[in-house]
């Protein structure tokens, strides 16, 4: 089964960039519905991006223009380019696996079974 590791979080200020990995192991990101999710301190986890086992990706409204997720089959590692970070955007980051169809990419918890531990994300204004 695929394990999945989180990196890259840190604190910046608002308007700035950071760049998520997501580094899997024991199976190829390739064969797997893959999602990053994030999850506010009193708020509901949110379906961020979530990219298919064809290579197409969904993007939640609120992050539409300012992420971009990527993956990288040679470093078996799914990104997330997050631009323009807002105050808002501060959470903590989960990357996760699912070994079912997803098509077109998912952005529900429900779809994935494997998950990372997450990487804390704190923009500052």
């Known amino acids: 089964q695929v394990q999945v590791v989180e990196s890259g979080g840190g604190s910046v200020q608002a308007g700035g960039s950071l760049r998520l990995s997501c580094k899997a192991s024991?199976?190829?990101?390739?064969?797997?519905?893959m999602g990053w999710f994030r999850q506010a301190p009193g708020k509901e986890r949110e379906g961020v991006a979530g990219?298919?086992?064809?290579?197409?990706?969904s993007y939640a409204d609120s992050v539409k223009g300012r992420f971009t997720s990527s993956v990288d089959n040679t470093e078996n590692t799914l990104y997330l380019q997050m631009n323009v970070l807002k105050a808002e955007d501060t959470a903590m980051y989960y990357c996760?696996?699912?070994?079912?169809?997803?098509?077109?990419?998912?952005?529900?918890?429900?779809?994935?079974?494997?998950w990372g531990q997450g990487t804390q994300v704190t923009v500052s204004s």
């Open positions: 996760a696996a699912g070994p079912w169809s997803c098509r077109g990419g998912s952005l529900m918890s429900d779809d994935f079974l494997y």
């Open positions: 024991g199976d190829t990101v390739s064969d797997y519905c």
């Open positions: 990219i298919d086992r064809s290579g197409r990706i």
